[in-house]
């Protein structure tokens, strides 16, 4: 899991940070059960920490953003406003706003300010408590004010959402995402007809734009690395984000899509197979946006869809069903197809020692394990790996 963050924090609120080279890379020191982590956008470099390694500056290549991260013990602050208020009164820069909110059932604080530390600058910072009392989690990223009004505040928030204080984290929504889209506990009611089944499942009301959100955010992102020789890096991280954001919306789904479609199969590959039909016979068509990608939720809601969000849509569902599985893309085939471990035979690609077998989403009548000969070449195919 940790091979996807750049940064890993232990729960002694120790902080690893590989300083050898030039790009922070990341390693993990302790349980992943319990856990802190920021998928932050590629290109950061490490400028410098204290010794106690519980803070850092970084500083982003592709876009100059700057960002702090601290973490404190616990009850040195009495709130995550307390935390934001010190930092920012140190910098002599006062918060235009400063809002209050639970993420993952802590208390969060988030503030926007701009001020002057030797040269303008326009930014986000927001403070975390940590589970268990380890204490709390500052991250505090900035930019020049005509960086943050022309896609630098975008980034600033992509980079704040990365962030994950515990193991669930890696599979909900981030703290920014959930302060723009609390859950109101309304639901909307689905009804969904797979392998000759009516399925009645239900969404969060608000699932459906808190996606489509990120989503957007996410893209607007991703455009900065066109150019860039992380762009590889930037799209994994892009479905990474989307993932992470999907996967607890799609919960009630899968467990209701397995509960009424798994006693029919006979096997795993049975009931992969029966979903991937399924995505197949969906409406296709592109979506009218700029990220030209179809939330799950609102495929579920009746939607039409791609390959890469029915890509994704299996690989979610599959998870769920505690299948390993994974899915490419490819910018050479402006594709994307779904990959799951299995017994069954067929055509694959190797994966970090791993033979996931390919499904193709778009053309019906296909197995697991067929792919187009044309694009049979795992070279010209990136793999989004998942946790």
Known sequence: MTRFYKYFFSVFAVCC???????????????????????????????????????????????????VIKLYPDEVFASP???LKENLENLNIKADETETFFWRRQACALSNYIGNIGQYISGYALAVTLPEKQGMLMVMSWTDPNTFNNGGATFILSTLDSLIIDYGGFYDAGPITTYAYSLSGERTTIELDINGKHIQTSLAKEDKEASEYLIE????????????????????????????????????????????????????????????????????????????????????????????????????????????????????????????????????????????LIGETTAKGLTWGMIAQEQDNQKKWIPIVLP
Request: charged residues 20%.
């Open 17 to 67: 940070l590989c300083m050898t080279t030039a790009t922070a890379t990341m390693r993990q020191i302790s349980n992943a059960n319990e856990c802190i982590a920021i998928d932050l956008p590629e290109g950061y470099h490490v400028l410098g920490g204290n010794e106690e390694g519980t803070a850092f500056q970084l500083e982003n290549e592709v876009l100059p953003v700057s960002t």
């Open 81 to 83: 406003e307390a935390v």
């Open 217 to 356: 955010r996410e893209y607007i992102v991703l455009t900065m690395y066109a150019s860039s020789k992380l762009w590889q890096e930037a799209w994994q991280r892009y479905y990474r984000m989307i993932f992470k954001d999907s996967f607890f919306r799609m919960q009630k789904p899968a467990f209701d899509i397995y509960n009424a479609i798994a006693p029919q199969c006979s096997d795993e590959t049975d009931l992969a197979q029966k979903l991937l039909t399924w995505m197949q016979n969906c409406t296709y068509e592109r979506q009218k946006t700029a990220s030209d990608f179809a939330s799950l939720p609102s495929m579920l809601l009746g939607g039409e869809s791609d390959c890469d969000s029915r890509s994704l849509m299996l690989a979610v569902l599959l998870k769920h069903m505690n299948m390993d599985s994974i899915f490419f893309i490819s910018r050479e085939f402006s594709h994307a197809v779904a990959g799951l471990i299995s017994s069954h035979p067929g055509h694959g690609f190797d994966v970090d020692g791993k033979k996931y």
